[in-house]
C-alpha cells in the first residue's frame, strides 16, 4: 500500500496550519446601502429595513478561500446597535486567490432603530455607522482547513435619504 500521498497531504495540512501559512484575508468596508423593507410572516409582524454592508475582502493565498459566516453588529448613528449574522450559503462565499472580492451582508434595521436614526439626524445629509464582526475562514476546498473570528472593525456613512425613502414605502 502507498501512503506517499496520504503522508504529503497529511504534512501540508500540518505546514498550513502550524506554520501560519494560512494568511489572513484583510477586510475592509466598502460600503452600504438600503435594499428595501422586509416584514416576516411572523405574527406579530416586525417590518424592518434591509440594508446590506459591503465588505471588501483580499485574499492574500495562493488558493482560493471560503468565508462561511460573519456575525457581528452595526452600530448605526452612533447610538443604536444591531446584530448581524450571516450565513454564506453552500459552503460558503469562495474568494479567489491574490484578488479582491466585494462580500454582501445583510442587517436588518429595526423599524424603531430606523425612526430613531431619522430623528436624530435630521440635519445631516450622512447617518454614520461602524461595523465590528468576525468572519469564519475555511482554507481550499480540498483540505478544508478552517479558521475562525477573523476580525474587522470599519465605519462608514449611508445617505439618510435611503433610509427615509425605505420608510415612505411602508405606507404604501
Known amino acids: 500500500m502507498n501512503l506517499r500521498p496520504f503522508c504529503l497531504a497529511l504534512g ?27 416584514i416576516p410572516g411572523l405574527l406579530p409582524p416586525r417590518v424592518s429595513i434591509q440594508m446590506t454592508v459591503y465588505l471588501s475582502v483580499y485574499n492574500p493565498n495562493r488558493y482560493d478561500v471560503a468565508v462561511r459566516a460573519v456575525r457581528g453588529q452595526t452600530l448605526i448613528g452612533d447610538r443604536y446597535t444591531v446584530p448581524v449574522y450571516f450565513t454564506a450559503p ?21 423599524l424603531e432603530v430606523c425612526v430613531g436614526v431619522l430623528g436624530q439626524s435630521f440635519f445631516n445629509a450622512q447617518i454614520p455607522y461602524r461595523f465590528q464582526g468576525k468572519a469564519d475562514v ?25 433610509i427615509a425613502q425605505a420608510m415612505r414605502s411602508i405606507g404604501r
Open 90 to 110: 453552500g459552503s460558503g462565499a469562495w474568494l479567489p486567490a491574490k484578488q479582491k472580492t466585494l462580500m454582501a451582508v445583510p442587517v436588518e434595521l429595526p
Open 12 to 38: 501540508l495540512s500540518a505546514a498550513l496550519l502550524g506554520t501560519g501559512c494560512v494568511s489572513k484575508p484583510s477586510m475592509e468596508l466598502h460600503h452600504a446601502q438600503v435594499s428595501g423593507v422586509t
Open 138 to 162: 475555511t482554507a481550499t476546498s480540498s483540505l478544508r482547513l478552517e479558521k475562525d473570528d477573523y476580525s474587522v472593525n470599519e465605519a462608514g456613512s449611508i445617505p439618510r435619504d435611503q
